[in-house]
């Protein structure tokens, strides 16, 4: 029998339960009694789901509060010092509330403390914590959650398997911190832990463990090549059976290290890499399992199951009862069901499958190879057939005269007139900015008010005028406050906006939006994908009348913001019927339209935010440079139709840029902000070392903790970008925009903000005053 299973499923709810349930406990509003059980109740929710849908296994151990990589890290006891974990304990596990100062830098207990890194998992729009690694370091199982879970799962009656990050993609994940040390120096020592966490979970009789192990997917040096032999060799002592699980991309030249593993079965991803389908069969050992990714678990187009059983039939003969059927990574990525999307066209509808229907898919595939379909399953095949003919011969996925225009693109398209030294002439004249000029990245807190008048307005209780009216209030107020903040160039605060991918998508022909389609970025945060379906344009203007209404309030300069091509590509379900390449130039020009027209209504400064641009990148080397190729390209067809006088902005968060600097130059964005106040300014290296020529805001308060930023300290984190980069093209700016802070958290960060710009530049005039005394 082939044997269905998924790698991991949603956690957040169908109606986002954990996040409400999660931010009522930070605030105060629930106490933790009820958080927990909020959480029990999903887990049980989501394991019932698997098994209705007929899965052989129940995934346990992919729950997290906030991250599954905090979740392990927490398991090995690997909490950085200053949190004080030793002090807070639940009956000897790390506490809850520690983990949470870990990922925010604050709890409803404990002391606040610098939160621990965040940046994206692998290639997707996950966020994971970054693992802080020291060379004394030591660990110890310091958390019975785990076990906790998989006996909550067996006395409900399920079959678990449990899903834990594996030990050496946990060590590549992680960073070093303090003395220079190798970071498998420590493998041994997390070796020891995971250890203890499989035989407990032996002695808890579970048959089959899921390690992740998706570094396997990545170029790794052979001395991390030899580490999965050194780890696994170590747990295969384990009286239990381990499935290795690899996703996001092949298993390439680690494809020999992966099959030479003694662990009863190996998962691979048939989605994004079916090529590889041929060599993983032929280096399997004879017992070995192989589990195959063939449901897509990173976008929700419908399964082809007709080709798909027709693809996988002589794997089948081959393998036989060793074949098992799962997506191709966890479900985390997709959101939880379609069947609640009442608003959408059945058309569309019918094209689509969320986390649920894809454990349909699944199990349905698996029952077709096995020749034991139910007429449910048959029904389940035609549907999809039926479907897949449909959107094929759909009229309403190509206009003939996108193609036509994209077609007519030449390269000066995507050239600005002059060189950045020319422009920032003309910008220094236009804008008449002082040194370190403070900016924000763009959005100022979504209020509940904001929230309350958007909910009205799209369910018809307020009519179209009153709420423009009221969020026209709102932008007033945002730049009321800046003015008196003494900001020196301005935002409109996007209160208008419901999200910065999804806006955009609403008014540009070929996207679809679902109600309930939320996925998770971090934590508590949620985002609901946009669906691209077919050929992009933009009808009309989409914020020319906001900002200009923003404008008029101010002398102060006015920044346009937008989100950049690349960023809505990689933020939404992109259709998967030609290349994503097309689609984000599609994407691009739209773009190019309104940046122009932003440009004739007055405004001289336009962001065009880019925090996916590396997030995209193929997760191997080789393949990086056709995407940059069309990234930056696309980025700058966008870009370029204005004068030397307007300033061109990018915004970038939460990304490694070492590797990818040459490309971000090629962007010729005038400014560039970026996330450095968690790093202390280390990605400006990246900067220095190239000698970036334009300008740059390196972020200096992290937005994702409410804990107030210092003035002595932000004043120090500049002058160490001064240090990298000249005073001239520094710019003062938080890491990130405010939308999900209060106005009360906001007003005192930026106040400290501007007070610490205002000191850089006495300082700086001191120091002339000096040099000229001394002539």
Not at 421 to 437: D, E, F, G, T, V
Not at 542 to 568: D, F, H, N
Not at 594 to 611: F, T
Not at 647 to 668: K, P, R, V, W
Request: charged share 25%; aromatic share 8%; with cysteine.
């Amino acid at each position: 029998m082939t044997v269905s299973h998924i790698l991991g499923y949603p956690r957040i709810g169908a109606q986002r339960e954990l996040k409400k349930a999660t931010e009522a406990y930070w605030k105060g509003d629930l106490d933790r009694a009820t958080l927990e059980q909020t959480a029990k109740t999903l887990r049980a929710d989501h394991w019932q789901a698997q098994q209705d849908a007929g899965l052989d296994l129940v995934s346990v151990g992919d729950f997290a509060f906030y991250d599954q990589v905090l979740n392990v890290s927490v398991l090995l006891g690997a909490v950085p010092e200053r949190f004080n974990a030793a002090a807070e304990v639940d009956q000897g596990d790390v506490a809850l509330d520690t983990a949470f100062r870990m990922a925010r830098g604050r709890a409803p207990s404990g002391e606040p403390a610098a939160a621990c890194e965040m940046t994206k998992y692998f290639d997707t729009n996950y966020h994971y914590l970054v693992p802080e690694l020291h060379a004394e370091q030591t660990f110890t199982l310091a958390s019975t959650r785990l076990f906790d879970e998989v006996a909550e799962a067996q006395a409900a009656g399920f079959t678990p398997k449990v899903a834990l990050t594996g030990p050496v993609t946990w060590l590549w994940l992680g960073k070093q911190k303090g003395a220079a040390f190798e970071r498998l120096d420590l493998l041994d020592r997390v070796l020891d832990v995971y250890a203890d966490v499989l035989t407990r979970l032996a002695e808890q009789g579970v048959e089959w463990v899921q390690l992740n192990e998706p570094a396997l997917v990545q170029d790794l040096p052979a001395e991390w090549q030899q580490a999965f032999e050194r780890a696994y060799n170590r747990l295969q002592s384990a009286s239990m059976k381990i499935l290795l699980a690899t996703y996001f991309g092949g298993l390439g030249d680690n494809l020999s290290v992966a099959t030479r593993l003694p662990v009863a079965g190996l998962h691979v991803d048939a989605v994004r890499a079916p090529e590889q389908l041929d060599s993983v069969v032929d280096r399997i050992g004879p017992h070995q399992v192989l589990s195959l990714g063939v449901i897509d678990g990173r976008n929700i187009w419908r399964a082809d199951l007709a080709a798909l059983r027709e693809r996988l039939m002589p794997l089948k003969v081959r393998l036989g009862s060793r074949l098992w059927l799962a997506p191709s990574c966890s479900l985390l990525h997709v959101p939880v069901d379609v069947n609640a999307e009442a608003d959408l066209d059945a058309e569309l509808k019918s094209w689509l499958a969320f986390a649920r229907q894809k454990l349909d898919e699944t199990v349905t595939l698996a029952r077709l190879l096995d020749q034991r379909a139910t007429n449910a399953d048959e029904q389940r095949l035609a549907d999809a057939t039926r479907a897949l003919d449909g959107r094929r011969d759909s009229a309403r996925i190509h206009q003939p005269a996108v193609a036509t225009r994209l077609a007519a693109t030449t390269a000066v398209d995507s050239q600005r007139a002059t060189l950045y030294a020319k422009r920032a002439q003309a910008q220094r004249q236009a804008l008449a900015l002082p040194l370190y000029p403070t900016t924000t990245i763009g959005s100022f807190p979504q209020t509940d008010d904001i929230r309350v008048a958007r909910r009205a307005h799209k369910s018809g209780e307020l009519g179209t005028e009153q709420y423009e009216m009221r969020m026209r209030e709102e932008i007033a107020y945002a730049v009321e406050r800046q003015e008196a903040l003494d900001i020196d160039m301005l935002v409109h605060g996007e209160a208008e906006r419901n999200d910065m991918v999804e806006y955009f998508g609403e008014q540009l022909d070929g996207f679809a939006f679902t109600r309930f389609g939320w996925v998770q970025s971090y934590g508590s945060r949620c985002v609901k994908p946009p669906v691209i379906f077919g050929d992009v344009t933009r009808p009309a203007p989409m914020t020319v009348r906001w900002s200009e209404y923003a404008q008029s309030l101010t002398q102060k300069p006015m920044k346009g913001m937008l989100t950049g091509p690349v960023t809505i590509l990689q933020w939404s379900f992109v259709r998967d019927d030609q290349p994503r390449e097309t689609t984000c130039r599609q994407i691009a020009l739209a773009l190019r339209d309104e940046v122009v027209d932003l440009e004739s209504a007055g405004i001289n400064a336009i962001q065009i935010d880019e925090p996916a641009l590396r997030e995209g990148l193929p997760l191997r080397q080789g393949e990086w440079q056709v995407y940059l190729n069309w990234a930056v390209e696309s980025f700058r067809l966008s870009a370029s139709g204005v004068t030397d006088a307007t300033q061109i902005h990018t915004h970038m968060c939460y990304s490694e840029f070492n590797d990818i600097i040459g490309s971000i130059a090629a962007l010729d964005a005038d400014v560039i902000t970026i996330e450095t106040s968690r790093s202390d300014m280390e990605l400006l290296n990246a900067f220095k070392d190239f000698d970036y020529p334009n300008e740059i805001g390196p972020g200096v308060y992290d937005i994702h903790t409410p804990n107030l930023p210092d003035v002595d300290w932000m004043v120090s984190l500049m002058e160490k970008a001064a240090e990298r980069i000249p005073a001239e093209r520094l710019w003062v700016n938080p890491d990130c925009g405010l939308k999900t802070r209060r106005w009360e958290e906001v007003e005192p960060a930026l106040a400290n903000m501007v007070e610490a710009a205002k000191t850089l530049r006495a300082r700086q005039a001191a120091s002339q005053a000096e040099d000229t005394a001394s002539v």
